[in-house]
Every structure is written in structure tokens, then in C-alpha cells.
């Protein structure tokens, strides 16, 4: 699973045009995806991704973040056969942050926005291994078929003030947050998507409109 982070200094572009950085977003972290998966130094096949955007923290701050669920393994259309990746590294995550940099920053000038002067050299993307995805799948749909906080982490509200737990990424340790009710309001509101604008996508093999490549995928030789 590779997740990608927008850095804090283009939050608030992202907050004043969310359909616009949200759609670069997927856009280039796709292309870097299927750009390092062609590469004959890495798989040199198309590779598959489920992307999925989550707008906040563990916290519940704004924190726009792409994961990107991607099979170890591709369909190499020169030599039709399905290419397995060979133990368990996929990408390199620095090299994954510096072109998704370039190619995100690229995207935001054509697009007719101003960056900030600031911008940090090295940008933040993960790129781990999960098995057999399962536990990944998993914990993504937990963000897709509910609300942005589950009611049994609302641990009180009362006299204006709204207390609630969460897990805190770097230690693991459960903590709590107090925020007035109206604050916590703005956080959950600030949440909700652009109208129409789909959190999940899907690329290369894995798209919709790739059921002919699969289809023919069932005749290639699997290569290890």
C-alpha cells in the first residue's frame, strides 16, 4: 500500500479548491504509480491500483492523503503474461515522493493556482507491504461505509463540549480531544466531499474498462 500526503503548506489551497487538487491528486499519483511500474528497472509491466481519498487526521484536522492499494504484480502486453513481483519491494518512496512532487506542482501551475513560496523539498509518501491485502481492504472500507468519527469514540458531550477518542498514529496509544461543539461540528463538516466527486477510483488492470486485458490475462503464462 503506498499513501501519498499532501504537505501542510498546500492545505489551504486544497481547502479553497477541493474538486481541483483532489482530481490532480489522483491523477498524478497514478501516473507515478504506472510510470514506475513500466520502468524495465522495476516490474516493466501495467500494473493495477484501488485508490482511496481521505480528507482527515486520526484527529479529525484536514489532512487530504491518497492510499493506493496496489497488487504485487502486472500484466506485461509485449510478451503476454501475467509478471509477479519478486519479494516484497515494490517502489522506492523516496523516489515515489520526488516525482509525485514535480508532477503534482506541475499540475497546480497549469491549472492556473498559486503555490506558496515555501514548499518543502521532501515530501512524505509511504510505500509498505501487506501481505496479501486483505487487512488493507479492510481497514479502507472502514472509511467508505461510515461517518468520518464512529459514535462509540464520542466519549461525552456535554455543557457545549464534545469529547472524543483516537489513536495516535506515531505511538498507538489512545488519546482524547475536547473541542467545543461548534468546533467539532466544523471538523466533521469539513469532510464532506465536493457534490458527485468520488473518493474511489480504480486503475490500469484493475479499471473498469480493462475486462478485455483481463479477459485475455486468463491465457497468459504466469512468469516468476
Known sequence: MAT???????????WFNQKVIYSLLFKCIASTLKDFGMNPKHLDVEIGMTM?????SRRLDYHPHIHAVVPGGGIDRRH????????????NARALATVFRARLMEAIKEAGLGIPKKMPEKWVVH???????MEALKYLSRYLYRGVISGKNIISNHNGLVTFEYIDSSTGETKLRTLSGEEFLHLIVQHVLPKGFRRVRD??????????L??????FTSHH
Open 4 to 14: 501519498f500526503t499532501l504537505p501542510r503548506e498546500l492545505r489551504p489551497l486544497a
Open 127 to 133: 510505500c509498505v507491504n501487506v501481505g496479501r491485502g
Open 214 to 219: 483481463l479477459s485475455c490475462s486468463a491465457h
Open 80 to 91: 503476454r503474461y501475467w509478471k509477479k513481483l519478486k519479494g516484497n519491494y515494490l517502489f
Open 203 to 212: 486503475y490500469g488492470f484493475l479499471h473498469g474498462n480493462a475486462r478485455k
Open 52 to 56: 482511496v481519498l481521505h480528507k482527515n
